[in-house]
């Protein structure tokens, strides 16, 4: 059964500094994996995408990277700022069903 | 409509009540996903949707969930007799494909539901 995990469960880093959250899975048979934002009490922001097909991919400060044969997956956050500090959450898609696997999230405070 | 929308966006329930949650999917997609989210926790999926057809539903934790999609869009997930376990935000989530590789889903504000 595929497990999502993330580590640390929390993180606090001075504004500007590069950071990186890990996301790891089990079973490597997945058809991608997800990167969303969550702020309290909002929604799910879906940030990016990676096909299994993919190493990585970017959006503006944002770049995710994939490696399925070791099962894991890292979101690589540059020049942080104080509007980052929310919930990341990592999900993978497994290609056997349609039940996406949820890690519990790295709660990111950005501190000014 | 320009995103996921989802109504009520909180409700509190007496236990024992019912409760029927609504979500609008993004215009022309076919995909339709409920989560469920427990405070502090990742979502856990409850149930899929291809247009009408509910293809997965097993993730409902009991008989006293139900989800339908009678016209391949708007959605409802009704619970019955409300239990204080319940309480959780409930996600709604879209795609315009069928699940696949390029599959990214759309979400919803979620539903906050407290049960008293």
């Known amino acids: 059964k595929q497990e999502v995990t993330q580590i640390p469960a929390a993180l606090s880093v001075p504004e500007g500094e590069n950071l990186v959250l890990n996301c790891s899975f089990t079973d490597s048979a997945i058809y991608n994996l997800q990167w969303f934002r969550q702020d309290p009490g909002k929604g799910l922001t879906s940030l990016l995408l990676?096909?299994?097909s993919q190493r990585e991919q970017t959006s503006g400060r944002l770049n995710a990277s994939l490696d399925k044969s070791s099962g894991r997956s890292t979101l690589y956050i540059a020049a942080s700022q104080p509007g980052d500090s929310a919930t990341y959450l990592c999900a993978a898609f497994p290609d056997s069903n349609y039940q996406l696997i949820w890690g519990a999230g790295t709660k990111l405070i950005i501190k000014p | 409509g320009a995103g996921v929308s989802q109504s009520p966006r909180y409700k509190v329930a007496k236990r024992g009540q019912d409760v029927a949650l609504r979500c609008d999917p993004i215009?022309?997609?076919?995909?339709l996903f409920w989560y469920q989210q427990a405070l502090g926790q990742g979502p856990e999926f409850l149930t899929y949707?291809?247009?009408?057809?509910?293809?997965?539903k097993s993730g409902l934790p009991s008989d006293r969930f139900f989800a339908e999609r009678p016209e391949g869009s708007v959605s409802t997930l009704k619970i019955q007799r409300t239990q204080q376990e319940d309480s959780a935000v409930y996600l709604c989530?879209?795609?315009?494909?069928?699940?696949?590789?390029?599959?990214?889903?759309?979400f919803g504000p979620g539903t906050r539901l407290t049960v008293l």
């Open positions: 215009s022309g997609h076919v995909s």
């Open positions: 989530a879209s795609s315009y494909r069928l699940a696949g590789a390029d599959n990214e889903q759309f």
């Open positions: 990676i096909q299994s």
């Open positions: 949707f291809q247009n009408e057809a509910q293809l997965d």
